[in-house]
């Protein structure tokens, strides 16, 4: 085993500084300021869950999020941070009124409100953004879009959850 040089305390306030970049992220991206990135983003940035590389791919990324859903809001329900990691899940809720590029097929708006937990997992290094990853229910997203239906067969096995009001 490796020992390392840093003392609980270090790793401590490790943890403290990469969950305020994280909050600092989430509360720009709340705000369309996407000037945070030059900040907050290392250019070689990683998404591993879009699989892009570079940080205009990760912001171009958020440019079409902000073209469908205007008004999407991602609240921090939790965050979690050991060493060079932050973990964070957040409730995001949006109203898809913009044309949205879906997995390289546009979507026209629907109008309807869509409600989705995230796990967001971050790898930080002197206070940038290096890598990440993103955990969702992209199936009961695309639901909510009106985009797919469950079966009949889906309905018995799973209770369908109330698409968020208007």
Known sequence: MIKSKKTNNQYDNLAEK????IRRFIEAYNN???EIFEELVAPDYVDHTHQTEGREDFK???TLAFNGFPDWYEHIEEIIAEGDQVWVRVIATGT??????LFGVPLPPTGRKV???MIFIWRIIDGK???GR???DSLDFLRQLGVIEYTEKGKKLFQELPLPSE
Do not use: I, P, Y
């Not at 990469?18 to 970049?21: E, G, H, I, L, S």
């Not at 898809?96 to 590029?101: F, M, P, R």
């Open 18 to 21: 990469n969950k305020a970049t």
């Open 60 to 62: 171009h990324l958020f």
């Open 96 to 101: 898809h009124t913009g044309e949205w590029n």
């Open 115 to 117: 409600r989705m937990e």
């Open 129 to 131: 953004l290096v890598e």
């Open 134 to 136: 993103e955990v969702d």
């Open 32 to 34: 369309r300021n996407l």
